[in-house]
């Protein structure tokens, strides 16, 4: 191949992707979805809800860190379009207020009402309402309902299709809650013991029986983080504990939780999923595949 047909091939194939991005909007969303979810893991909720009524578009998407989003003119003017706006409350996606305020969408429903809430790590060391409820599937099934609710009010005519689409994927909920429980059984009961790099992952640790012992960014947002003398401490109780693994997600690059895992020699599982789905196809692009490739992770890791 001559340099200039290497070239004008390289043109062709440029030219191929990007019209292939243009035909697929922002990741391959909706222009003008009918609902907007501000997380990855409402929109997967909203879309097992919705099934093909009507379509929904994502803020905060794949592997992106919810807590510090900075919302584009794009994403207000899709939030302003839809006909209901679906986000997670209690200071997770805080950052898109101001966005979902000015963008004139007057429906904001928010799908964690109603859930009980543990309190998690703050930088102040006041105990704060942890946000990633999601984490046990009990809530995620209240998630699923008040989105079914919120849709059913937008599109009434649709109720009886989202009501059974609900149904099922609850069900599903419920059986992936017995495999999860089957996978942390089979850990030895003393290596049950869980480091987390930021506080994401409390509501999994209180449904199955792990035990937290502390976390890299001790805070229930990925904003914080630890002093040296808390690192120092986080690294004594490892040791003391004899903790196998430091557990990692994969929205955040977690430096100071590779040095704390390389100090203690122990492993680290730095690709859990917690604040935000997996990209398709990675098993981890549903809210049931999430849950369960982490519990597979974390068998793996403790056994
Ligand atoms: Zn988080």
Same mark, same amino acid.
């Given at each position: 191949?001559?340099?200039?047909?290497?070239?004008?091939?390289?043109?062709?194939?440029?030219?191929?992707?990007?019209?292939?991005?243009?035909?697929?909007?922002?990741?391959?969303?909706?222009?003008?979805?009918?609902?907007?979810?501000?997380?990855?893991?409402?929109?997967?909720?909203?879309?097992?809800?919705?099934?093909?009524?009507?379509?929904?578009?994502?803020?905060?998407?794949? #592997?992106?860190?919810?807590?510090?989003?900075?919302?584009?003119?794009?994403?207000?003017?899709?939030? #302003?379009?839809?006909?209901?706006?679906?986000?997670?409350?209690?200071?997770?996606?805080?950052?898109?207020?101001?966005?979902?305020?000015?963008?004139?969408?007057?429906?904001?429903?928010?799908?964690?009402?109603?859930?009980?809430?543990? %309190?998690?790590?703050?930088?102040?060391?006041?105990?704060?309402?942890?946000?990633?409820?999601?984490?046990?599937?009990?809530?995620?099934?209240?998630?699923?309902?008040?989105?079914?609710?919120?849709?059913?009010?937008?599109?009434?005519?649709?109720?009886?299709?989202?009501?059974?689409?609900?149904?099922?994927?609850? #069900?599903?909920?419920?059986?992936?809650?017995?495999?999860? %429980?089957?996978?942390?059984?089979?850990?030895?009961?003393?290596?049950?013991?869980?480091?987390?790099?930021?506080?994401?992952?409390?509501?999994?640790?209180?449904?199955?029986?792990?035990?937290?012992?502390?976390?890299?960014?001790?805070?229930?947002?990925?904003?914080?983080?630890?002093?040296?003398?808390?690192?120092?401490?986080?690294?004594?109780?490892?040791?003391?504990?004899?903790?196998?693994?430091?557990?990692?997600?994969?929205?955040?690059?977690?430096?100071?939780?590779?040095?704390?895992?390389?100090?203690?020699?122990?492993?680290?599982?730095?690709?859990?999923?917690?604040?935000?789905?997996?990209?398709?196809?990675?098993?981890?692009?549903?809210?049931?595949?999430?849950?369960?490739?982490?519990?597979?992770?974390?068998?793996?890791?403790?056994?």
């Amino acid at each position: 191949m001559s340099r200039s047909t290497l070239r004008s091939f390289t043109l062709l194939a440029l030219a191929a992707t990007t019209a292939l991005a243009v035909a697929c909007g922002t990741g391959g969303q909706p222009a003008r979805p009918d609902v907007v979810a501000t997380t990855s893991i409402i929109a997967t909720l909203t879309k097992a809800v919705a099934g093909n009524e009507v379509t929904v578009g994502t803020i905060v998407g794949p #592997g992106i860190d919810p807590h510090e989003y900075e919302a584009s003119a794009d994403d207000a003017a899709r939030i #302003g379009n839809a006909r209901v706006l679906l986000r997670n409350g209690i200071g997770l996606d805080a950052s898109l207020d101001r966005v979902i305020a000015s963008s004139g969408q007057k429906i904001v429903v928010t799908v964690t009402d109603g859930i009980q809430l543990r %309190r998690g790590e703050s930088e102040g060391g006041k105990p704060e309402d942890d946000p990633h409820v999601w984490h046990d599937p009990r809530n995620a099934k209240i998630m699923v309902d008040a989105i079914a609710k919120a849709l059913s009010t937008a599109f009434p005519d649709k109720a009886s299709t989202f009501a059974k689409n609900a149904a099922a994927y609850n #069900g599903k909920l419920d059986s992936t809650d017995a495999e999860i %429980r089957r996978l942390i059984e089979g850990i030895p009961a003393a290596n049950r013991k869980m480091v987390t790099n930021h506080d994401a992952f409390g509501y999994f640790i209180a449904r199955y029986g792990l035990t937290y012992v502390g976390a890299v960014i001790p805070s229930v947002s990925t904003a914080g983080e630890a002093s040296a003398k808390q690192l120092a401490e986080l690294q004594e109780t490892i040791k003391r504990e004899g903790v196998k693994a430091i557990f990692a997600e994969n929205s955040v690059e977690p430096k100071v939780a590779r040095e704390i895992a390389k100090d203690t020699k122990i492993t680290i599982v730095d690709d859990l999923y917690g604040d935000s789905l997996g990209k398709p196809g990675s098993g981890a692009d549903t809210l049931d595949g999430m849950l369960l490739t982490n519990a597979r992770k974390i068998a793996n890791a403790l056994k």
